[in-house]
């Protein structure tokens, strides 16, 4: 009886670990926090000893991969970015003293994410030339591989 009862056990136990997560449909944007962050800002110990860059529990994705000083939006969602479809990618569109016309990046997301809320997104490089400017609006928005928008949010500005 005592067998009979373990493998019940085990093959329920089995079968709740076996379950997939539904994909998700949607998602929202919570908060985002828009600033400037040096790169000294990123370095954590283990890249003085290994000589990569760390990104620990950070969803970071750039303009340049190269650079890390730059301006940051710190986009917060109610859901795991790792529970995002494979493939998901973010549109973003900033209106900076740069130029009059707005700027569109595509940031598409690593394939490896660790457990996090948060997406660092940063306009870095030549994207982002002079510390003391700041985005007059921005408006993001997180797009599954089919293009079908999961999620959006903007400045109040973006609407005039």
């Not at 997560?21 to 003085?48: C, G, H, M, N, Q």
């Not at 303009?63 to 494979?86: H, K, M, N, W």
């Not at 493939?87 to 740069?98: D, L, M, R, S, V």
């Amino acid at each position: 009886m005592r067998i009979l009862l373990l493998v019940l056990f085990s093959l329920l136990c089995i079968s709740c670990a076996s379950t997939k997560k539904p994909v998700l449909t949607s998602v929202a944007i919570l908060d985002i926090k828009p600033r400037y962050i040096e790169a000294e800002a990123f370095k954590r110990a283990a890249e003085y000893l290994t000589g990569k860059e760390n990104l620990g529990d950070r969803v970071i994705v750039r303009t340049d991969r190269s650079e890390r000083a730059g301006y940051y939006f710190v986009l917060i969602l109610d859901e795991q970015v790792r529970d995002l479809p494979a493939g998901t990618y973010i549109e973003g569109e900033f209106y900076t003293p740069k130029s009059l016309d707005a700027q569109a990046h595509i940031f598409q997301l690593p394939s490896k994410i660790p457990k996090s809320k948060e997406i660092f997104i940063g306009l870095t490089g030549v994207d982002w030339p002079n510390e003391s400017d700041i985005p007059a609006a921005w408006r993001f928005t997180i797009k599954n591989s089919n293009g079908e928008v999961l999620a959006t949010k903007k400045s109040y500005l973006w609407s005039f």
